[in-house]
């Protein structure tokens, strides 16, 4: 009998009253999205200040750092996960270039799959720095120049290193850069911005390795 009067008085409450909970979880909803914004934007402007770059709010899509670093433009960003990670925000990094040779150019850590792609008959571009060819895959249409300019810049390679960079892509005068995190720590900003524009620096500085035609004549 009383659960009966318990449902009868329910039903008797106005319709507001159920309408309560679906509002209190979307309001705390938007609050925590708030939170996650401010805090973000405050991390960001941290960086900002030690790199000499510029934050740019967005509330639809991912905020940004933007401005010259090192004499190049930049733009970082979140961005989704790129490979199965645990983590599902990522950095990318954006540097504009020249890339007056065109090169192509992908990286990537190298994993057991990758491995066994390897001993089925893949190529892969190599360094002949044993911990630089363990950590990354690297693929290039230009894989001679790709593989001399990296044997020839053991700063470039240990600032990759250094600075945990998970994947490259070049693409025509952009380069990508992605950390598979959410970038937060100023002092690891600079180290990331820093190893993405060098990586720039060598492509702009590529010089071609044409073999000379030799024409013999009778």
């Known amino acids: 009998m009383k659960l009966l009067e318990l449902l009868e008085s329910l039903g008797e409450m106005p319709a507001e009253v159920w309408l309560m909970p679906p509002v209190v979880i979307l309001a705390l909803m938007a ?18 200040a030690r790199t000499g770059l510029t934050v740019a709010p967005k509330i639809i899509n991912s905020s940004e750092i933007r401005g010259t670093f090192r004499g ?9 996960r790129q490979r199965q990670t645990l983590r599902k925000r ?13 090169v192509g ?20 571009v190599v360094v002949g720095d044993d911990e630089f060819d363990r950590r990354f895959v690297i693929q290039s249409r230009d894989d001679k120049v790709i593989a001399k300019m ?13 600075s945990k960079v998970d994947s490259v892509h070049v ?20 180290l990331l911005f820093t190893a993405a ?6 492509i702009d500085a590529i010089v071609p390795d044409y073999t000379p035609e030799i024409i013999r004549t009778r």
Do not use: C
């Not at 996650?36 to 900002?48: E, T």
């Not at 990296?150 to 250094?162: D, H, K, P």
């Open 31 to 48: 609050a925590i999205g708030w939170l996650r914004r401010a805090l973000l934007l405050r991390d960001y402007r941290a960086i900002a």
């Open 72 to 80: 190049r433009e930049l733009v970082m960003h979140i961005v989704s």
């Open 90 to 102: 990522w950095t990318r990094v954006i540097v504009t270039m020249r890339n007056p040779e065109s």
């Open 105 to 124: 150019l992908r990286m990537w850590p190298q994993d057991g799959f990758d491995k066994l792609v390897m001993l089925a008959g893949a190529t892969e």
């Open 150 to 162: 990296f044997a020839g810049n053991r700063e470039l390679r240990a600032l990759l290193l250094r």
């Open 171 to 190: 693409l025509g005068t952009t380069l990508h850069v992605h950390y598979a995190r959410s970038e937060r720590d100023p002092s690891h900003a600079e």
């Open 197 to 202: 524009t060098s990586l720039a620096d060598a």
